[in-house]
């Protein structure tokens, strides 16, 4: 493993620009500092986004979060409501929200090979109006993340591209793998019977 105090190590921005060229004028001005309609509406048809956080020390967190196309809402100031489903209840992105005010989004539609970059300042809100703003007929959140957009960008589709995410012949067996149960079992030693995928689905329904 390479130290961070080798010569290899870059320590400037200097050192890292020298190996790569200057961005196009359309890359940097491509970025905006308000959700414009096209962001609009690919958030509108998006049912996942990634939740990126830190704390005050800089300790990442990145969290996936999805529901039904339009989830996440755009209120009449240009706010993005993310409303807060049931998890774990580690809390890892809600208390690095409370602490630094901060947050990274990532949104997804499936099929599309383009995704949309958001950044923003957070907070955790119990407003009213927020909450039921993100009311659906399954439920009510207990908190909504509302991110004041300062900039928001399109991501070009060469990661999905090189990745083929979307193509059914670059899915994977899910046979390769244990399940998600047994590899937790396993690394955290608590015994526990083993869960088909039909008895973690079956477990996970009331929280989805």
Known sequence: MTSPNTPHTL??????RSLYAAPTDRAVRKEIGALDRHCRRFIALSPFVLLATSDEVFNLDASPRGGEPGFVKVDAHGRLLIPDAPGNNRLDSLQNIARTGRAGLLFLIPGFDETLRVNGEA????????IAACTSERRAPRLVVCV?????????????????LWKPEALVDRGLMPTAGQMIGEQ??????????????????PDL
């Open 148 to 164: 004041t957009v300062t900039t928001a960008y399109l991501h070009c589709a060469k990661a999905f591209l090189r990745s083929k």
């Open 188 to 205: 955290t030693g608590i015994e526990g019977a083993a869960e088909t995928r039909e008895e973690m689905e079956r477990r996970y329904a």
């Open 11 to 16: 320590r400037s921005q200097a050192e890292l």
């Open 123 to 130: 907070v955790l809100s119990t407003d009213p109006a927020d």
